[in-house]
């Protein structure tokens, strides 16, 4: 499905309806270099057969969703994202975002007008900007321009991903075939400068719903256990897992674990 924002950009997206009145609708936000599909192929497709729905879309920049001037950044994300969803109107909506992505999500959620979420579930959100992330954010652009996707892939998925991942798709990463960069007009390097500029300001007290919050323990770039306890804390309403064996991309690595907690989650929301 195609969703157009403007005569040039639009969302590529997929939407599967619950197939029972008590259903809830997964509405799920990429990280700045994922694919609706990871949710498709991995958690969301235990859930459909549950009865419940799914509402997954490319950010503009990535693959199907066209952007073609200006420049991405987290308001617009924010707006595209709200867009679609009036679009939509998926009932009893759940929101789960991965990485920055559920800041994405927490933010939509905060600046809807009639269509608010029933609960959260976000996947390795918890952080704070201070130097070392700010670094590393800095980075992920030195690394596409000099050598796109393909050379961020091979530099930080050892530092993203579990050991069995690691392991069984190690023959798909750091090829003979070289690296090409890519340009600054690119959706790809659009998304990370937005990435790096994102304003991590969101109150977290301001989520009134209910929220489960994973942890992969084995994600050695954006894990801070000290800050994540911290701002668990400021939650009305949440239930923390961590997940032993599994890095940052949690959807990817132990997507069947993530669709029996999501299922339990949302089963307790009224």
């Not at 939407?15 to 991995?42: E, I």
């Not at 750091?174 to 390097?189: C, E």
């Not at 977290?204 to 994600?219: E, H, K, M, Y």
């Amino acid at each position: 499905m195609y969703f157009s924002l403007t005569a040039d950009d639009g969302l590529a997206y997929d939407y599967h309806a619950p197939a029972r009145r008590d259903g809830f609708t997964l509405v799920c936000f990429n990280p700045l270099t994922g694919d609706k599909s990871m949710w498709q192929d991995g958690c969301g497709t235990p859930l459909i057969d549950k009865g419940h729905g799914l509402l997954s879309w490319n950010l503009r920049g990535q693959a199907g969703s066209p952007f073609t001037a200006g420049e991405i950044h987290d308001d617009s994300i924010v707006d595209d994202a709200s867009r679609l969803l009036h679009h939509v109107n998926p009932p009893n909506p759940v929101f789960v975002g991965l990485s920055v992505g559920g800041l994405y999500a927490a933010k939509t959620h905060l600046r809807q007008h009639g269509l608010a979420c029933r609960g959260f579930v976000l996947i390795n959100t918890l952080r704070e900007i201070g130097p070392r992330l700010s670094w590393i954010n800095g980075a992920l652009l030195r690394l596409v321009e000099t050598g796109g996707l393909d050379l961020l892939r091979d530099a930080y998925s050892p530092l993203l991903m579990n050991e069995d991942w690691l392991e069984e798709h190690r023959h798909e990463f750091l090829k003979s075939t070289g690296y090409q960069p890519i340009a600054k007009n690119d959706g790809a390097w659009q998304l990370l400068d937005a990435g790096a500029k994102t304003e991590w300001t969101v109150d977290w007290r301001d989520i009134s719903v209910p929220v489960l919050n994973i942890t992969g323990l084995q994600d050695h770039i954006f894990r801070d256990d000290e800050v994540i306890a911290r701002l668990l804390n400021q939650f009305h309403d949440v239930t923390a897992l961590q997940y032993a064996d599994a890095g940052h991309m949690v959807p990817v690595e132990r997507p069947h674990r993530l669709a029996k907690d999501v299922h339990d989650f949302v089963g307790r929301l009224k």
